[in-house]
């Protein structure tokens, strides 16, 4: 099983939605000054080459380098300032000075008083070789998230805009074992493994 890599605050189930996602991620914590990364799993530190100890404490900018387009870095900016998801296909820097194309989403994550916890942040290389790759993995998505029931569907939206399981019960007027059972049947047809991977496909499908 995948480990993650945290600081004092490790023991908090929140922080533990990166450890087993095969998706390079990390958690932020906006309650601290900067915004700074509080956990990292293995994935991410392989795709960009930092160790832990080089990641956690950071603003995710470091990635940023020379051609870091700054009206897309503006753009994360934006919606974490407005506590929404945001996914933009941006140039970002490997530790070693390469650069690669990097499909970034962000989007906030809240505790059972709906107040802002932390931010989680996954990476995925988009391979320059390839056609349109952001685009058949939108439409991927789409498709998937189109083939669930309407119930399912309101489910996996409020998941990608952050709420627990007792928020989104609370929203649709459904028990919180019936949300529960719904999320689990959601993992299972979408073939996904961990809350972070449900987070990302919905947002990359557009809701």
Request: charged share 25%; hydrophobic share 40%; aromatic share 4%.
């Amino acid at each position: 099983m995948a480990t993650v890599t945290m600081d004092s605050f490790g023991s908090d189930r929140h922080l533990r939605l990166v450890a087993d996602s095969p998706i390079p991620s990390v958690i932020s914590d906006p309650r601290r000054p900067d915004n700074p990364i509080v956990a990292c799993n293995p994935p991410f530190c392989a795709l960009t080459g930092y160790p832990p100890d080089e990641v956690i404490g950071r603003n995710c900018r470091f990635l940023a380098g020379p051609a870091t387009e700054p009206w897309l870095t503006e753009e994360i900016k934006r919606g974490v300032r407005e506590h929404r998801p945001v996914l933009v296909e941006i140039l970002n820097y490997k530790r070693n000075g390469q650069p690669f194309r990097n499909a970034v989403l962000v989007a906030p994550i809240y505790d059972d008083a709906d107040a802002l916890l932390y931010f989680l942040g996954s990476q995925v290389e988009i391979d320059a070789s390839a056609t349109a790759p952001s685009s058949m993995r939108r439409i991927r998505a789409a498709e998937m998230v189109k083939a669930l029931s309407p119930r399912q569907g309101q489910i996996l939206k409020l998941v990608a805009g952050g709420l627990l399981n007792k928020q989104i019960a609370s929203k649709l007027e459904l028990a919180e074992k019936t949300v529960k059972m719904h999320r689990a049947i959601l993992m299972e047809r979408l073939h996904l493994r961990t809350t972070t991977d449900l987070i990302r496909l919905a947002v990359e499908a557009g809701l």
